[in-house]
């Protein structure tokens, strides 16, 4: 299904929701952008129309049928928490920030498509899990994080809005970990530290997704969105050992059981209290995701795999392009596993 026409991006003001608008001025199809936010983006974007408003308080039932989009893009579902948003604040921005907008685009007359950028966090990380998980063995395993059933609980309102309007396109866009130059989260903060702390006896295996990638999968949803949810996952993937020796980290084993202790602490001093569940196990266990819908039916062709994403991390952190090759943006790679 190919979308044009006027496009909301909620969450405008987010690093995500701010490349998007960047990336959708270039796209003929698009006639207008409107952002909305708590807050106007940081980055100048001229070709967008910013309207203030917290999809929290229902007045946003009011604003968003007024703007007339024919896309809407959700943006605005937080991946981890902060100081500012600690974990027990997420449930009201991430699930009932979603349920109202939701409830907002049942009164949008002429709308095509909701996209929302979520997590694959649903799959969660535990042993015995699949090398790769596809879209529909999300909840197969229990949810057993907050950050997870908050997850699994907002994808229900869309599952939910998406059989009560089957006229209306919905796509839950589940991304994978991202890693890569210009980013700042705990994750790249975990990368970054001094000296890396890991689990003893487990060394696990990461898709690493490229900001490139990110942006440009979010923006090829929302030109061409699919039904149902779609995993934005790299080819292949990269044990944690290599990675820390490509970012040239030192790494120190830590007996599970002290690591849970310490991991806690650490996700207090990167940011993130998401570092002491989702992060503890992702570091665990890992997790892997197919990408062959995004690839297939939305089209989007990857430009980095999970090795080429963690050397293009370290080459942007050593400052060693050539120690360092990467695929060139935009040039597919060759695929290294499903």
Not at 286 to 313: H, I, P, Q
């Amino acid at each position: 299904m190919s979308v044009t026409g006027r496009v909301v991006i909620v969450g405008v003001s987010t690093h995500w929701g701010s490349e998007l608008a960047r990336k959708l001025t270039d796209e003929p199809g698009v006639t207008e952008i409107i952002g909305i936010d708590t807050a106007p983006p940081k980055a100048g974007l001229d070709k967008v129309r910013f309207v203030e408003a917290d999809i929290r308080n229902p007045v946003i039932s009011k604003i968003l049928p007024s703007l007339k989009p024919d896309v809407v893009v959700h943006c605005g579902i937080v991946l981890y928490p902060d100081e500012d948003r600690p974990s027990r604040a997420l449930h009201d921005i991430n699930v009932i920030g979603t349920l109202q907008l939701l409830a907002a685009c049942e009164r949008v007359e002429g709308l095509r498509a909701i996209v929302a950028r979520g997590s694959a966090a649903i799959y969660g990380s535990a042993p015995g899990a699949p090398a790769f998980f596809t879209e529909d063995m999300a909840r197969q395993l229990p949810l057993v994080t907050r950050f997870q059933r908050d997850v699994g609980e907002l994808e229900g309102y869309f599952d939910n809005f998406a059989r009560r309007h089957p006229g209306v396109t919905c796509c839950m866009l589940r991304f994978q970990t991202e890693v890569g130059p210009g980013l700042d989260n705990p994750f790249v903060r975990y990368l970054t530290l001094p000296v890396v702390p890991t689990q003893l006896g487990f060394d696990p295996r990461l898709q690493l997704l490229h900001p490139v990638d990110a942006t440009g999968a979010l923006a090829a949803a929302t030109m061409n969105p699919v039904s149902g949810p779609v995993n934005v996952a790299p080819d292949g993937a990269i044990s944690l050992s290599r990675l820390l020796k490509l970012s040239g980290r030192m790494a120190v084993g830590m007996p599970p059981l002290v690591a849970g202790t310490l991991f806690r602490r650490v996700g207090s001093m990167l940011g993130s209290g998401a570092m002491s569940e989702d992060g503890l196990f992702l570091l665990r266990y890992g997790r892997g995701c197919d990408n062959r819908r995004l690839r297939e039916e939305v089209g989007y062709e990857l430009a980095f795999d999970s090795e080429g994403t963690a050397r293009d991390f370290a080459a942007s952190r050593h400052g060693m392009s050539v120690l360092f090759p990467s695929p060139h943006p935009g040039s597919p790679v060759r695929s290294l596993g499903r």
